[in-house]
């Protein structure tokens, strides 16, 4: 057996993801990997070699051995898949009508910030992801690990810089909404029923000016506790969650 994917294959580890990619590709997927059954044979492995085969992915049962070599150090829990690769779409693609939810991460650089994060976009609805090609976490095993899956069935759209992004979508109708500790109002004062890009910036860093200018609005989020700031994923989450309820989505 091959160790290795094609020169287009991407490697998806972990049960949930390896899961999310066969449901989303099926005989697309190169192969997937089950750890082969041991002592103890694991009833939720065999489920998921079930699942790949109804779905008619090629299955292989290699050693726990051979998974660890394959996955480089990213958490496997005895599945791998390889997958054919992510389709980035252009700023032009990102449609912006009364639905749009976009998600912009300024220099997010943290794997599994970045990977919870599409995690929350996709499970609230939105319809994109943006982030700039430099100093950003690339598109790893690790992230696609931390999305659970969900990349699988993100809109994602890496674009040159972010500023002039947010100028576009801005200029088609969308209002830009920097996440800020320090904003001007809190986030559930902004009016966000209507075409909407939520900014968020990098861990430790926060927005630089140069994004921060391109928003028309800035929102915080409302901490009466002892912690001033979230994480990237968490404060997604809670502003995705605001989206959600004053649209009245179900």
Not at 61 to 86: C, K, M, N, T, W
Not at 150 to 162: D, I, M
Not at 224 to 245: D, F, K
Request: glycine share 10%; net charge positive.
């Amino acid at each position: 057996m091959s160790g290795g994917g094609g020169a287009g294959a991407r490697i998806v580890c972990g049960l949930q993801p390896v899961r999310e990619a066969i449901r989303a590709h099926g005989a697309r997927l190169e192969r997937v990997l089950v750890e082969a059954g041991g002592r103890e044979p694991s009833p939720q492995l065999d489920a998921l070699a079930r699942y790949a085969r109804d779905h008619g992915a090629r299955v292989e049962r290699p050693a726990r051995s051979e998974l660890d070599r394959i996955a480089r150090g990213v958490r496997h829990q005895g599945a791998v898949a390889f997958a054919p690769e992510l389709r980035i779409a252009s700023l032009e693609d990102v449609a912006v009508d009364e639905r749009a939810l976009v998600v912009a991460l300024d220099e997010v650089q943290d794997p599994q910030n970045f990977g919870a994060v599409i995690r929350s976009a996709v499970a609230m609805g939105a319809t994109a992801v943006v982030w700039p090609e430099h100093r950003s976490a690339p598109l790893s095993a690790a992230t696609f690990r931390a999305s659970a899956g969900a990349v699988e069935h993100a809109t994602l759209c890496r674009v040159t810089s972010l500023p002039p992004a947010l100028l576009d979508l801005h200029a088609r109708g969308a209002s830009v909404v920097a996440l800020d500790m320090s904003g001007e109002a809190a986030i559930d004062r902004v009016d966000l029923t209507g075409p909407v890009v939520l900014v968020v910036g990098a861990e430790g860093k926060g927005l630089r000016k140069t994004v921060k200018r391109t928003c028309n609005a800035t929102a915080r989020l409302p901490m009466p506790g002892p912690i001033g700031s979230l994480n990237a994923s968490v404060a997604v989450a809670i502003a995705l969650y605001e989206v959600v309820r004053q649209r009245g989505d179900r």
